[in-house]
């Protein structure tokens, strides 16, 4: 390969290291409307855990207003990272000790569960 060539790509390779996490980063406008169809139903518009089934459920959905997490389903030691909030969206509670009530959402692809975790960090008061 030449010289110039080599040097190209050790720069874009550089530049791909080194771009923020922003770049990619999850959109929580996006993550509202997949919430909001998806998950208001148990947690409320507001995400207080108030919606009009969760009103019905025992025990009754998170309030993601407080920001408290119960569960390290990666198991790093630290609850509630958003690896952790991802994993039970997709895998559901019960399969970290958690409530059935929470059911896994499989049909929501990877950025729609980014998007969904980065507008439940949005909610915190």
Request: glycine share 12%.
């Amino acid at each position: 390969m030449n010289r110039n060539l080599t040097a190209v790509l050790g720069t874009i390779a550089v530049v791909l290291i080194t771009l923020p996490s922003t770049t990619w980063a999850a959109d929580a406008a996006a993550g509202k409307t997949v919430f909001e169809a998806n998950c208001a139903s148990c947690h409320g518009t507001s995400g207080k855990g108030d919606g009009p089934v969760g009103s019905a459920l025992n025990p009754a959905p998170r309030d993601f207003t407080v920001g408290d997490f119960a569960f390290d389903a990666d198991g790093n030691g630290t609850k509630g990272e958003d690896g952790d909030i991802k994993l039970v969206i997709q895998r559901g509670a019960m399969a970290y000790g958690g409530s059935a009530l929470m059911a896994p959402w499989p049909t929501l692809n990877e950025e729609q569960v980014d998007d969904i975790v980065a507008y439940i960090r949005s909610l915190k008061e």
